[in-house]
Nanobody, 122 residues
């Protein structure tokens, strides 16, 4: 069974960096798309970035050029390097995985982590 666990959230000043990690501790299924979503208070969960089994990536326009997603298929891990952080990046960040058609649609993902808080101060 897929079990996703995130780590790496925290408090950082605007302009700073954080690196989030997600590990599939179940280690049972590998050939799926993995993604990061985020949810700020009072807002819908939104797509941030995704990486397919092939290694191809997609990003939300709001994070292009600042965030980089990567994965290690051998160790079933995924990372999100976040640079030049802005206060509007503040949210709970969720790791997701699944066999998806439309990568930006949250309900298409089969498995979710518990979330990690990222707070960017101005």
């Amino acid at each position: 069974q897929v079990q996703l666990v995130e780590s790496g959230g925290g408090l950082v000043q605007a302009g700073g960096s954080l690196r989030l990690a997600c590990v599939d501790s179940g280690r049972t299924i590998r050939a799926y798309t993995m993604a990061w979503f985020r949810q700020a208070p009072g807002k819908e969960r939104e797509f941030v970035a995704a990486v397919r089994w092939s290694g191809s990536t997609d990003y939300a326009d709001s994070v292009k050029g600042r965030f980089t997603i990567s994965r290690d298929n051998v160790n079933n891990t995924m990372a999100l390097q976040m640079n030049s952080l802005k206060p509007e990046d503040t949210a709970v960040y969720y790791c997701a995985a699944g066999w998806v058609g439309n990568i930006i649609i949250a309900r298409e993902y089969n498995w979710w982590g518990q979330g990690t808080q990222v707070t960017v101060s101005s």
